[in-house]
Protein backbone atom coordinates (compact mmCIF):
# COMPACT_ATOMS: atom_id res chain seq x y z
CA UNK A 1 0.00 0.00 0.00
CA UNK A 2 1.01 3.59 -1.04
CA UNK A 3 0.04 6.73 1.02
CA UNK A 4 0.43 10.07 -0.79
CA UNK A 5 -0.37 12.92 1.78
CA UNK A 6 -0.64 16.83 0.71
CA UNK A 7 -2.39 19.80 1.69
CA UNK A 8 0.05 21.08 4.44
CA UNK A 9 1.04 24.91 4.70
CA UNK A 10 1.24 27.88 6.61
CA UNK A 11 -1.79 29.02 8.56
CA UNK A 12 -1.94 31.66 11.00
CA UNK A 13 -3.93 30.75 14.66
CA UNK A 14 -7.62 29.85 14.44
CA UNK A 15 -7.46 29.14 10.25
CA UNK A 16 -8.19 26.12 8.53
CA UNK A 17 -6.47 23.45 6.58
CA UNK A 18 -7.50 20.42 5.00
CA UNK A 19 -4.85 17.47 4.33
CA UNK A 20 -5.45 14.77 2.39
CA UNK A 21 -3.73 11.35 1.35
CA UNK A 22 -4.62 9.11 -1.49
CA UNK A 23 -4.02 5.28 -1.42
CA UNK A 24 -3.17 3.12 -3.82
CA UNK A 25 -1.77 -0.42 -4.30
CA UNK A 26 -3.95 -3.54 -2.02
CA UNK A 27 -6.27 -1.11 -0.57
CA UNK A 28 -8.26 -3.90 0.59
CA UNK A 29 -6.00 -4.88 2.78
CA UNK A 30 -6.36 -2.25 5.30
CA UNK A 31 -8.70 -1.74 8.17
CA UNK A 32 -7.75 1.86 8.74
CA UNK A 33 -6.45 5.12 7.74
CA UNK A 34 -5.94 8.45 9.49
CA UNK A 35 -3.02 10.66 10.69
CA UNK A 36 -0.33 10.50 13.17
CA UNK A 37 1.74 14.08 13.31
CA UNK A 38 4.91 14.83 14.77
CA UNK A 39 6.18 17.99 16.42
CA UNK A 40 9.82 19.45 16.74
CA UNK A 41 11.97 17.35 19.51
CA UNK A 42 8.84 15.59 20.15
CA UNK A 43 7.49 11.41 19.33
CA UNK A 44 5.21 11.07 16.73
CA UNK A 45 1.59 10.84 18.06
CA UNK A 46 -1.76 9.49 17.05
CA UNK A 47 -4.17 12.46 15.46
CA UNK A 48 -7.15 10.33 13.46
CA UNK A 49 -8.28 7.38 12.49
CA UNK A 50 -11.36 6.10 10.11
CA UNK A 51 -12.58 2.28 9.27
CA UNK A 52 -11.89 2.11 6.21
CA UNK A 53 -14.77 -0.56 5.30
CA UNK A 54 -18.05 -1.53 6.99
CA UNK A 55 -19.11 1.87 8.88
CA UNK A 56 -18.10 5.11 9.25
CA UNK A 57 -16.28 4.47 12.75
CA UNK A 58 -14.01 7.58 13.65
CA UNK A 59 -11.66 8.17 16.40
CA UNK A 60 -9.49 11.22 17.75
CA UNK A 61 -7.10 12.23 20.10
CA UNK A 62 -8.34 14.09 22.93
CA UNK A 63 -6.22 17.35 21.42
CA UNK A 64 -8.06 17.86 18.18
CA UNK A 65 -11.31 16.43 19.23
CA UNK A 66 -14.24 19.19 18.42
CA UNK A 67 -11.67 20.79 16.04
CA UNK A 68 -10.70 18.67 13.17
CA UNK A 69 -12.74 15.74 11.48
CA UNK A 70 -11.62 12.99 9.43
CA UNK A 71 -13.79 11.65 6.19
CA UNK A 72 -13.31 9.12 3.94
CA UNK A 73 -13.82 9.05 0.08
CA UNK A 74 -13.97 4.80 -1.12
CA UNK A 75 -14.14 5.55 -4.83
CA UNK A 76 -11.48 7.97 -4.65
CA UNK A 77 -9.20 6.14 -1.67
CA UNK A 78 -8.62 8.86 -0.25
CA UNK A 79 -8.87 10.23 3.61
CA UNK A 80 -9.13 14.05 4.23
CA UNK A 81 -8.96 15.45 7.70
CA UNK A 82 -10.25 18.88 7.76
CA UNK A 83 -8.42 20.88 10.46
CA UNK A 84 -10.59 24.08 12.40
CA UNK A 85 -9.18 26.35 14.60
CA UNK A 86 -5.78 25.60 14.66
CA UNK A 87 -3.45 26.20 17.21
CA UNK A 88 0.24 26.84 17.22
CA UNK A 89 0.64 23.62 19.05
CA UNK A 90 -0.53 21.96 15.90
CA UNK A 91 1.96 22.73 14.17
CA UNK A 92 4.32 19.48 13.14
CA UNK A 93 4.80 17.53 10.36
CA UNK A 94 1.56 15.12 9.69
CA UNK A 95 1.68 12.11 8.38
CA UNK A 96 -0.78 9.63 6.34
CA UNK A 97 -0.95 6.15 8.14
CA UNK A 98 -3.10 3.19 7.42
CA UNK A 99 -3.48 -0.23 9.64
CA UNK A 100 -4.04 -3.89 8.21
CA UNK A 101 -4.84 -4.79 11.75
CA UNK A 102 -8.62 -5.17 12.72
CA UNK A 103 -7.96 -2.37 16.43
CA UNK A 104 -7.69 1.15 16.31
CA UNK A 105 -4.27 2.35 15.69
CA UNK A 106 -3.25 4.73 18.14
CA UNK A 107 0.13 3.66 18.34
CA UNK A 108 3.26 4.15 15.52
CA UNK A 109 3.74 0.54 16.23
CA UNK A 110 0.40 -0.71 15.23
CA UNK A 111 0.38 1.17 11.91
CA UNK A 112 1.31 -1.12 8.80
CA UNK A 113 2.04 1.58 6.33
CA UNK A 114 2.85 5.29 6.17
CA UNK A 115 2.69 7.88 3.28
CA UNK A 116 5.58 11.08 3.46
CA UNK A 117 4.82 13.66 5.56
CA UNK A 118 3.26 17.22 5.21
CA UNK A 119 4.30 20.01 7.26
CA UNK A 120 2.00 21.81 9.02
CA UNK A 121 3.21 25.44 10.61
CA UNK A 122 0.37 27.59 12.69
CA UNK A 123 1.93 31.14 13.62
CA UNK A 124 0.35 32.76 17.05
Known amino acids: VQLQASGGGLVQAGGSLRLSCVASGRTFSTYYMGWFRQAPGKEREFVSTTITWGGSRTYYADSVKGRFTISRDNAENTVYLQMNSLKPEDTGVYYC?????????????????WGQGTLVTVSS
Open 97 to 113: AASAREYVPTRVSEVSY
